[in-house]
């Protein structure tokens, strides 16, 4: 579960990202997060993983108080989401597979279990045959779904993915868009900001809209 | 507990692959703090060497008490006697001017000299060795054996071997000063290397701090690299004083005999070793850790 609870986020210069936002996601909720460019929608995604501290609110996730947790009890908070980037943040220097394995790298996983859990991930999205390929030869498409695995390899129980299928075609988007359908079948809680109109229009899911900071009724 | 261990292994792991990918640049930042360790090291090692000479020396003082070339059996018989009664003397022996002359014609490259002597020179003499004392009372006894009847000089031996001594305690001060200064030195060189090392794997520990690695996890693999790093410099420096001292030796050996010494240099003992090790591996550990605070905290996600 996430709920912000009246939070204020304003940047250094000035600039106020969101205002007075309040909300709550439900435990398996698929929920799609609009708005325009500048609207908020980082932001807001950021303060879950307490990328970014709120300047007020309050915002609870799993039932932690995010605000109360110290320095370095966040990396624990961040464990239990998977993260996808707008900007992806795939490390070039290595292979698939390798991106992959850090996240199980950092929770001190046995080589051999976290090669098989990879494995699974890769498979889950249909990167397995390109294992020990470099990212730098992935399209668009496969390096979003390297991203996904990636996020997903630890089995979170919440996923949180900024503009997934940004830059892409209508078809790589359609099944980039399954792919979360999929996890959300099996009980993960995904949270996808968004403004990608053929998402939107798919009115299966709760969508929050921001204009100007401000969630829209 | 097992995670712990095999996170620790897996970060040393890495470290050494590290190393491996990078021979070129790891070996030349080895090899600089092996060329900076090796100077105090060096210096270390050979007034170790020295001292061993003086050490030994100094501890069994010397006297040699020289008799006028008049004095008689009497005479002799009484100092002998007063030398037994007097205290801090460990032990003593008569040298009659019989067998000094004997001595002397023995050495090969003084024979002819001592066989064109018409009559001897000599003194009869005593050669004194004292219980350990401080210099002060060494003069005392000098003093007091120099107002007895009949003796002509009284010369401490060992002087020569205390100034040395004075002096290599001075040289250890010095090379202490130097071995700061040179340790301040390997602490900068590895803050550098970690933080080049932290400079290119930015975008690395960027995504790790954003999928939940605690600082420990993203510090542990350069505090490992630097403390790999001071070792291996210590290394280094261990082997360059080996080559040195087994050069030297070797030069030494022609200048030994010529002085009919069997003298030679020594390499650093296995506790010295040993300590060097772990000190210059604790040194690459300090600095890897104070970059690592200093640079790491600058990598915030955003």
């Known amino acids: 579960m996430i709920s912000f609870i009246n939070v204020y ?40 993983a307490a990328i970014e501290r709120p300047t007020s609110g309050n915002i609870m996730v799993s039932d932690q108080n995010v605000n109360a947790l110290k320095k370095n009890t966040i990396p624990f908070l961040r464990r239990s989401l998977g993260l996808i980037f707008q900007d992806q943040k795939i490390l070039y220097d290595r292979t698939v597979f390798a991106n992959v394995m850090l996240p199980l790298q950092i ?6 279990t976290a090669a098989s859990r990879v494995r699974a991930a890769l498979d889950k999205v249909g990167l397995l045959e390109k ?32 503009e997934p299928t940004a830059n892409l075609d209508a078809d790589y988007a359609q099944s980039i868009m ?36 401000k969630l829209v009724i | 507990m097992n995670i712990w261990l095999f996170q620790h292994w897996q970060a040393l792991s890495q470290t050494f692959k590290k190393l491996v990918n990078a021979p070129l640049s790891s070996l030349l930042s080895i090899i600089v703090i092996g060329i900076a360790f090796s100077l105090p090291l060096g210096i270390y090692t050979l007034l170790g060497n020295l001292q061993t000479i003086s050490g030994d020396t100094v501890n069994t003082p010397q006297l040699s008490l020289f008799l006028k070339l008049n004095a008689s059996h009497a005479d002799i018989e009484n100092i002998n006697s007063q030398l037994e009664k007097f205290p801090s003397i460990a032990s003593f022996q008569f040298i009659s001017k019989e067998i000094a002359l004997q001595q002397l014609q023995q050495e090969s490259s003084l024979n002819d000299i001592a066989s064109n ?3 001897n020179p000599l003194p009869d003499a005593f050669i004194i060795n004292i219980q350990q004392i401080s210099p002060d009372e060494l003069e005392n006894i000098r003093a007091t054996i120099k107002k ?95 080559l040195s001292i087994q050069a030297i030796n070797e030069s ?20 010295d070793s040993l300590s060097l090790l772990i ?12 970059s690592v605070a200093q640079h790491l905290s600058q990598i915030e996600p955003k």
């Open chain 2, 117 to 119: 002597l018409i009559r």
């Open chain 1, 9 to 48: 986020k304003r940047y250094p210069d000035g600039f106020e990202a969101l205002k007075n936002v309040a909300f709550t996601i439900h435990s398996g909720e698929l929920v799609l997060v609009a708005g325009h460019s500048g609207a908020g929608k980082s932001t807001m995604l950021k303060l879950i």
């Open chain 1, 107 to 112: 929770r001190g996983f046995q080589r051999k």
């Open chain 2, 252 to 271: 030494l050996v022609e200048l030994a005999q010529l002085y009919a010494s069997d003298f030679h240099l020594n390499h650093l003992s296995l506790q």
């Open chain 1, 178 to 213: 399954e792919v979360f359908r999929s996890f959300h079948q099996v009980g993960v809680t995904v949270v996808i900001a968004t403004h990608d109109t053929a998402i939107l229009n798919d009115n299966r899911y709760r969508i929050l809209t921001l204009n100007q900071g």
């Open chain 2, 279 to 290: 000190f210059s591996a604790l040194l690459g550990w300090l600095g890897a850790r104070l």
């Open chain 1, 131 to 162: 294992e020990n390929a470099y990212p730098i030869t992935l399209s668009g498409g496969e390096k979003q779904r390297l991203c996904i695995a990636r996020a997903v390899v630890h089995r979170p129980s919440i996923l949180i993915a900024d």
């Open chain 2, 148 to 242: 007895w009847p009949e003796v002509e000089h009284v010369q401490v031996d060992t002087d020569w071997a205390r100034r040395l001594d004075a002096l290599l305690r001075l040289g250890q001060l010095a090379v202490l000063m130097l071995a700061v200064l040179l340790s301040l030195a390997l602490v900068i060189v590895v803050f550098n290397t970690i933080r080049l090392q932290i400079l290119t794997k930015r975008d690395e520990i960027e995504v790790s701090k954003l999928i939940g690695a605690t600082d420990s996890f993203i510090r542990r693999p350069f505090l490992y690299f630097g403390a790999i790093q001071g070792m291996g410099g210590a290394i280094a420096a261990w082997l360059l004083i080996a």
